[in-house]
């Protein structure tokens, strides 16, 4: 029309408007691509709507410090949390010496430990409309294990000597190895050490608990004297 200025200005505003409908058009594109589900990630084909986490497991488990099965088996090199629910049959640990499972347990708010992996309970269907019945052989044993106190009982110990527990001697009808906890003056401790500054009337326990749940227990009296 006569006006070179206006003619350039309409060509720039023509070639703004193009662009941004390429950017749109290419926006568009993206949108429906991730729509569609279909997505290339490190060379992977992923289907977010299908959830396939198969092949996103593949790739983030790549770098080899983690994995997990289809399962639902994780693992790690290492874990760090401030607290870890365990339910089932315990957790399995691998001796340092010999390398070998044991399964660590808890048992009537007493940790214990056996040889070998910890198994999932397998419940199985009895007779009577397919109720589970979860009897085991332990549950027939009904005998706590038996403590016998090495050395004297009651003890005597003169006022400011130091005094050495003799410990005692478990057994059971069924479990070897048995362990027990000791309590002094009805506090369980690791370590007995009697006050003996004092004349005084001491009372030392020994608990043990076999598989079953069974518990026995025997008691030392310990007299601090002149």
Known sequence: NGNPVG????????GIVATAVRAIQELDAKINQVASGQQNILGANFDMQNKDIVNVRNILSQSGNWSISEE????????ETEKLTV??????????????PVCVFSENSILKSESGSCNSPSPYEGEGGGEVA???A?????IPPTIEILGNNPAEILVGFIYSDNGAIVTDNIDSNLGYQTYLNGV??????LDTSTTTIHSIEYKATDSAGNMGSAMRVVNVIE
Do not use: C, P
């Not at 332990?138 to 009904?142: A, H, R």
């Open 87 to 100: 339910k089932g049959n315990g957790i399995t640990i691998y001796d340092r010496i010999t390398g070998e």
């Open 134 to 136: 979860s009897s085991t």
């Open 188 to 193: 369980l401790v690791t370590e007995i050490q």
């Open 72 to 79: 639902g088996k994780l693992v790690v090199k290492e874990i």
């Open 138 to 142: 332990s549950s027939s044993d009904i």
């Open 7 to 14: 003619l350039i200005e309409n060509y720039d505003v023509r």
